[in-house]
Protein backbone atom coordinates (compact mmCIF):
# COMPACT_ATOMS: atom_id res chain seq x y z
CA UNK A 1 0.00 0.00 0.00
CA UNK A 2 1.65 3.46 -1.11
CA UNK A 3 1.40 6.23 1.96
CA UNK A 4 1.76 9.53 0.89
CA UNK A 5 2.62 12.63 3.61
CA UNK A 6 3.14 16.34 2.11
CA UNK A 7 4.65 18.51 4.78
CA UNK A 8 6.06 22.06 4.55
CA UNK A 9 2.95 24.25 3.82
CA UNK A 10 2.78 27.77 6.05
CA UNK A 11 1.66 31.10 6.09
CA UNK A 12 3.78 33.55 4.06
CA UNK A 13 3.87 36.57 2.07
CA UNK A 14 3.19 37.00 -1.04
CA UNK A 15 6.93 36.84 -3.14
CA UNK A 16 7.97 34.75 -0.36
CA UNK A 17 9.24 31.21 -0.63
CA UNK A 18 8.40 27.99 -0.21
CA UNK A 19 9.00 24.16 -0.22
CA UNK A 20 6.84 21.49 -0.26
CA UNK A 21 8.16 17.74 0.75
CA UNK A 22 6.14 14.29 -0.07
CA UNK A 23 7.45 11.45 1.65
CA UNK A 24 6.32 8.03 0.14
CA UNK A 25 6.21 4.83 2.51
CA UNK A 26 5.45 1.04 1.39
CA UNK A 27 6.38 1.23 -2.34
CA UNK A 28 9.04 0.80 -5.06
CA UNK A 29 9.12 4.84 -5.02
CA UNK A 30 11.33 5.16 -8.31
CA UNK A 31 8.43 2.82 -10.41
CA UNK A 32 6.04 6.11 -9.67
CA UNK A 33 5.36 9.27 -11.26
CA UNK A 34 4.55 11.60 -8.83
CA UNK A 35 1.95 15.08 -9.24
CA UNK A 36 1.15 17.57 -7.42
CA UNK A 37 -2.07 19.41 -6.79
CA UNK A 38 -3.94 22.32 -5.42
CA UNK A 39 -7.64 23.11 -4.28
CA UNK A 40 -8.48 26.36 -2.80
CA UNK A 41 -11.55 26.82 -1.24
CA UNK A 42 -15.08 26.75 -3.79
CA UNK A 43 -12.77 25.32 -6.27
CA UNK A 44 -12.05 22.10 -8.22
CA UNK A 45 -8.56 20.65 -7.67
CA UNK A 46 -6.09 21.37 -9.98
CA UNK A 47 -2.97 19.60 -11.36
CA UNK A 48 -0.01 21.69 -11.33
CA UNK A 49 3.07 19.35 -12.17
CA UNK A 50 4.45 15.91 -11.91
CA UNK A 51 7.98 14.61 -12.28
CA UNK A 52 8.26 11.27 -13.67
CA UNK A 53 10.19 8.21 -11.98
CA UNK A 54 13.71 9.11 -13.01
CA UNK A 55 12.87 12.44 -12.74
CA UNK A 56 12.88 13.44 -16.28
CA UNK A 57 10.09 14.56 -17.24
CA UNK A 58 8.92 17.26 -15.38
CA UNK A 59 5.46 19.53 -16.72
CA UNK A 60 3.72 22.31 -15.06
CA UNK A 61 0.36 24.22 -15.71
CA UNK A 62 0.72 27.71 -17.18
CA UNK A 63 -0.65 28.89 -13.71
CA UNK A 64 2.92 27.60 -12.19
CA UNK A 65 5.44 27.72 -14.56
CA UNK A 66 8.38 29.55 -14.27
CA UNK A 67 7.77 29.80 -10.68
CA UNK A 68 7.58 26.13 -9.29
CA UNK A 69 9.98 23.27 -9.82
CA UNK A 70 9.65 20.01 -9.00
CA UNK A 71 12.39 17.29 -8.19
CA UNK A 72 12.81 14.16 -6.32
CA UNK A 73 15.33 12.68 -4.81
CA UNK A 74 14.57 8.39 -4.96
CA UNK A 75 17.20 7.72 -2.03
CA UNK A 76 15.11 10.06 0.25
CA UNK A 77 11.56 8.42 -1.39
CA UNK A 78 10.68 12.65 -1.62
CA UNK A 79 9.57 14.31 -4.03
CA UNK A 80 9.74 18.35 -3.30
CA UNK A 81 8.19 20.98 -5.07
CA UNK A 82 9.56 24.76 -4.83
CA UNK A 83 7.59 27.56 -5.18
CA UNK A 84 8.63 31.18 -6.40
CA UNK A 85 7.21 34.37 -6.19
CA UNK A 86 4.11 33.36 -4.33
CA UNK A 87 1.34 35.04 -5.22
CA UNK A 88 -2.17 35.49 -3.04
CA UNK A 89 -3.77 32.94 -5.77
CA UNK A 90 -1.85 30.02 -5.04
CA UNK A 91 -3.12 29.80 -1.64
CA UNK A 92 -4.89 26.23 -1.58
CA UNK A 93 -3.82 22.64 -0.16
CA UNK A 94 -1.40 21.19 -1.42
CA UNK A 95 -2.05 17.74 -2.22
CA UNK A 96 0.87 15.01 -4.01
CA UNK A 97 -0.52 11.98 -5.94
CA UNK A 98 1.18 8.53 -7.13
CA UNK A 99 0.79 6.24 -10.21
CA UNK A 100 3.03 3.81 -11.50
CA UNK A 101 4.67 5.29 -14.13
CA UNK A 102 4.83 4.14 -17.62
CA UNK A 103 7.54 5.91 -18.89
CA UNK A 104 5.61 8.12 -21.51
CA UNK A 105 5.61 11.31 -21.99
CA UNK A 106 1.86 11.65 -21.04
CA UNK A 107 1.18 15.39 -21.65
CA UNK A 108 -1.48 17.07 -19.60
CA UNK A 109 -2.81 13.73 -18.75
CA UNK A 110 -0.84 13.52 -15.86
CA UNK A 111 -2.50 16.71 -14.52
CA UNK A 112 -5.85 14.82 -14.67
CA UNK A 113 -6.41 13.66 -11.02
CA UNK A 114 -8.30 10.65 -11.84
CA UNK A 115 -4.97 9.61 -13.33
CA UNK A 116 -3.62 8.70 -9.99
CA UNK A 117 -4.11 5.94 -7.47
CA UNK A 118 -2.25 7.15 -4.26
CA UNK A 119 -3.20 10.66 -2.57
CA UNK A 120 -1.65 12.20 0.84
CA UNK A 121 -3.67 14.27 2.85
CA UNK A 122 -2.46 17.47 1.81
CA UNK A 123 -0.78 20.93 3.24
CA UNK A 124 -1.88 24.02 3.55
CA UNK A 125 -0.57 26.93 2.08
CA UNK A 126 -1.23 30.29 2.73
CA UNK A 127 0.04 33.47 0.89
CA UNK A 128 -0.98 36.74 2.61
CA UNK A 129 0.08 40.18 3.30
Known amino acids: QVQLVESGGDLVQPGSSLRLSCTAT????????IGWFRQAPGKEREGISY????????YYADSVKGRFTISRDNAKLTVYLQMNSLKSEDTAVYYC??????????????????????WGQGTQVTVSS
Open 97 to 118: AAVPDDGKYGGSLYLRSGTYDH
Open 26 to 33: GVSFSDYR
Open 51 to 58: ISRDGGIQ
